[in-house]
């Protein structure tokens, strides 16, 4: 059942908490809400029946988390935060895509993040080059154009997934949504830079992970992000088409909760 928590920026965030024991909370790239997202769910009931605490959550503007105004970075990471209480107090962060981002900048910010499990960060353009594309999306957010953020967001993504969204009679409402990815713009070009100069201050274990059928940047990223931090490992899990296996997903994440909880 829904469970509700209110951060303190007064936003009010849905979410599901599962199991018991050390604690993972799921954090999203852009796009998926809880309900239009049953590998997350099914991962995180797997992995509480495997003797871990899980909360998935709707990440602001999307779903049962509805938020209007500027949904920025430090709104997001309000978010995150709170459901790091709900979950206990310290969690490991389980970033998909883009919230691999958020969740490096959460751990980055000083929240209580007992560790990373990352999946497949969309990391590796140069830096000047994330900000760029970041801005812009900001521009057309600000400008109100939704369409043409959409656009640019996945401008560098698989050119179908865009057209099946274009070619859908709901896109007006689908691009509406993108709204919701400025965080993701903003912790993205944060990422890269952080990376590129060598600023990036993440002192928990982190485990960057990717699958063994995926996109040839993938494994690059999650190098480049285990060479920038102290305790770092990558590792290729079962998976496809930036999307992992529940199963084998749920146990590396409850194995790796107990690990992180000491």
Same mark, same amino acid.
């Given at each position: 059942?829904?469970e509700?928590?209110?951060?303190?920026?007064?936003?009010r965030?849905?979410?599901? *908490?599962r199991?018991?024991?050390?604690?993972?909370?799921?954090?999203?790239g852009?796009?998926?809400d809880?309900?239009?997202?049953?590998?997350?769910a099914?991962?995180a009931?797997?992995?509480?029946?495997?003797?871990?605490?899980?909360?998935?959550?709707?990440?602001?503007g999307r779903g049962?988390?509805?938020?209007?105004?500027?949904?920025? $970075?430090?709104? %997001? $990471?309000?978010?995150?935060?709170?459901?790091?209480?709900?979950?206990?107090?310290?969690?490991?962060l389980?970033?998909?895509?883009?919230?691999?981002? *958020?969740?490096?900048?959460?751990?980055?910010? @000083?929240?209580?993040v007992a560790?990373?499990?990352?999946?497949?960060a969309?990391?590796?353009?140069?830096?000047?080059?994330?900000?760029?594309?970041?801005? %812009?999306?900001?521009?057309?957010?600000d400008? @109100?154009?939704?369409?043409?953020? /959409?656009?640019?967001? &996945?401008?560098? &993504?698989?050119?179908?997934?865009?057209?099946g969204?274009?070619?859908?009679?709901?896109?007006? /409402?689908?691009?509406?949504?993108?709204?919701?990815?400025?965080?993701d713009?903003?912790? *993205?070009?944060?990422?890269?830079?952080? *990376?590129?100069?060598?600023t990036?201050?993440?002192?928990?274990?982190?485990?960057?992970?990717?699958?063994? %059928?995926?996109f040839?940047?993938?494994?690059?990223?999650?190098?480049?992000?285990?060479?920038?931090?102290?305790?770092?490992?990558?590792?290729?899990?079962?998976?496809a088409?930036h999307?992992w296996?529940?199963?084998? &997903?749920a146990?590396? $994440?409850?194995?790796?909760?107990?690990?992180?909880?000491?």
């Amino acid at each position: 059942m829904t469970e509700f928590a209110t951060t303190s920026q007064g936003d009010r965030v849905a979410y599901d *908490l599962r199991g018991a024991g050390p604690a993972v909370v799921f954090v999203t790239g852009a796009g998926p809400d809880r309900a239009d997202d049953p590998i997350t769910a099914e991962t995180a009931q797997r992995a509480a029946d495997a003797g871990v605490t899980t909360v998935t959550f709707d990440r602001l503007g999307r779903g049962e988390s509805p938020a209007e105004g500027r949904l920025d $970075l430090d709104r %997001e $990471l309000a978010a995150v935060a709170a459901m790091i209480d709900v979950a206990g107090g310290s969690a490991v962060l389980v970033g998909h895509s883009s919230g691999c981002s *958020l969740s490096l900048k959460a751990a980055a910010a @000083g929240l209580p993040v007992a560790g990373l499990a990352l999946w497949e960060a969309p990391l590796g353009d140069p830096a000047a080059t994330t900000q760029a594309w970041a801005d %812009e999306i900001e521009r057309l957010l600000d400008a @109100g154009d939704h369409e043409n953020a /959409m656009r640019h967001y &996945m401008k560098d &993504m698989p050119p179908e997934w865009l057209a099946g969204m274009e070619a859908s009679p709901a896109w007006p /409402m689908i691009a509406r949504t993108v709204a919701a990815y400025r965080a993701d713009a903003q912790s *993205l070009a944060w990422a890269q830079r952080a *990376l590129e100069d060598g600023t990036l201050d993440v002192t928990v274990p982190v485990l960057a992970m990717y699958g063994a %059928e995926t996109f040839p940047e993938m494994p690059v990223a999650a190098a480049s992000i285990v060479a920038a931090v102290p305790k770092g490992v990558e590792k290729e899990m079962p998976g496809a088409m930036h999307s992992w296996e529940p199963e084998p &997903m749920a146990a590396e $994440l409850a194995e790796y909760a107990r690990q992180c909880a000491g």
